[in-house]
């Protein structure tokens, strides 16, 4: 059998597609909703920080260490076949979302954190001037600078909690690579899960590229 028959079997691919298609919609449902969930909870997360005080600060600080030491497979296998020691289980779609959210938020929180830090102090100063409260300090002058300050490292971020979504694998949700690896089983052949690191490519190298261009134009705007 020649290395295309092995790996780059087409009939093989054509048959797998419809399973690879339907892993393919579940994994991109899992990485935008931990995306989103991660974002909003390290916005919390960073105004605890920076502004909570005692004994909020430090509980913010020690969250943001844990979960950015924890690796997110450890972190799923604990929430999925833990937590029903207790009474609590979770399906594999929010078993999974919950361990990526929690660690992105974590990661956001520190990557915001950077942003506001990196706001001039006169735009503070001058939206105390105008009055403006604490929170509309935050909401109408600071995070709109911040946000822009840091959207590619936060693109970055999402890349990762995308890729990671194949994790979980592990907890038997039928996603993308858990598809790829029952049509391989089912066809004695790898080409279903070259077809799968081919879809995971074409997803997610539009971003990478897209990063790399911010990258360079928020360099050319800052020389």
Known sequence: MSIFDTF???????????????????????????????FVGGLIL???????????????????????SI????????????LPFVGLRLSPFWAATTALSLVSAAYSAEILRAGIEGVPQGQFEAARALGLGPIRQMIDIVLPQAI????????????????????ASVVAMPDLLKQATQAQALAANPTPLIGAAVIYVIL????????????????????
């Open 204 to 223: 997610l190298l539009p971003f990478v590229r897209s990063v790399g261009l911010l990258e360079s134009r928020l360099n050319r705007r800052g020389r």
């Open 71 to 82: 690796p997110v497979l450890v972190l799923l296998i604990v929430i999925y076949y833990a």
């Open 8 to 38: 780059l079997n087409w009939s093989v691919f054509v048959e797998a597609l419809p399973m690879l298609l339907k892993g393919l919609w579940i994994t991109v449902g899992l990485g935008l909703t931990a995306i989103v969930i991660g």
């Open 148 to 167: 822009k300050l840091v959207i590619p490292p936060l693109t970055s971020n999402s890349i990762n909690v995308m890729k990671d979504t194949a994790l």
């Open 46 to 68: 960073v105004m605890v920080r920076l502004y909570g005080g005692m004994p909020l600060s430090p509980l913010g600080i020690a969250y943001i260490d844990v979960f950015r």
